[in-house]
C-alpha cells in the first residue's frame, strides 16, 4: 500500500512539473516503477595529461527514485563529446569518446569539450530522447 501512494504521489508531481512547463517528462516504468532522476559525470572535469595514455575513463552515477537509489556505475550509458546523445548537433571533432566512456582530444585541439552521459530514464525501456537523463562533465585538452 505504501508503494502504491508513494508512486501515485510521484507520479502527481511529475503530471504537475510536465503541465507547468519546467522541462520534465512522464515515465510509467513497466516493471517496479525505478525512474533515473539524477546523472552525475566522474571526474567532473579532467585534463588527459593527467592520466596514462592521455586518455580519461568517465563514468555515470545515478540515483534513482527507490532502491537502490544510487548506481556507482550506470550500464548502458551512450557517451558523446560536444553535444548530447539525439541532438542533431554536429560534431565539432575536439575530442573522441568510446562506448566505455574513454575520451581523448583531437591532436591540436586546444579548449575545453563537454562530455555528455545518457542514461535510460525508465531503465526498463531503452534510452531514447523522450527516455532520457544526461550528466555533464568537461575534458580540457591541452
Do not use: E, Y
Request: with cysteine; charged share 10%; net charge neutral.
Amino acid at each position: 500500500m505504501f508503494r502504491l501512494r508513494r508512486w501515485f504521489r510521484s507520479a502527481a508531481m511529475l503530471a504537475l512539473l510536465s503541465a507547468l512547463g519546467c522541462g520534465g517528462s512522464f515515465f510509467v516504468a513497466s516493471s517496479n516503477g525505478q525512474l533515473l532522476i539524477f546523472v552525475s559525470v566522474d571526474p567532473s572535469v579532467a585534463d588527459p595529461m593527467h592520466f596514462s595514455s592521455a586518455q580519461v575513463q568517465f563514468t555515470a552515477r545515478g540515483m534513482f527514485n527507490m532502491s537502490p537509489d544510487v548506481v556507482s556505475s550506470l550500464s548502458g550509458v551512450m557517451w558523446t563529446i560536444d553535444h548530447p546523445a539525439f541532438s542533431g548537433m554536429p560534431d565539432l571533432g575536439h575530442a573522441f569518446i568510446d562506448q566505455n566512456g574513454v575520451a581523448t582530444c583531437a591532436p591540436g585541439f586546444v579548449g575545453t569539450a563537454q562530455v555528455f552521459a545518457t542514461a535510460a530514464a525508465d531503465p526498463s525501456r531503452p534510452v531514447s530522447a523522450q527516455n532520457s537523463k544526461v550528466g555533464t562533465a568537461q575534458l580540457v585538452c591541452p
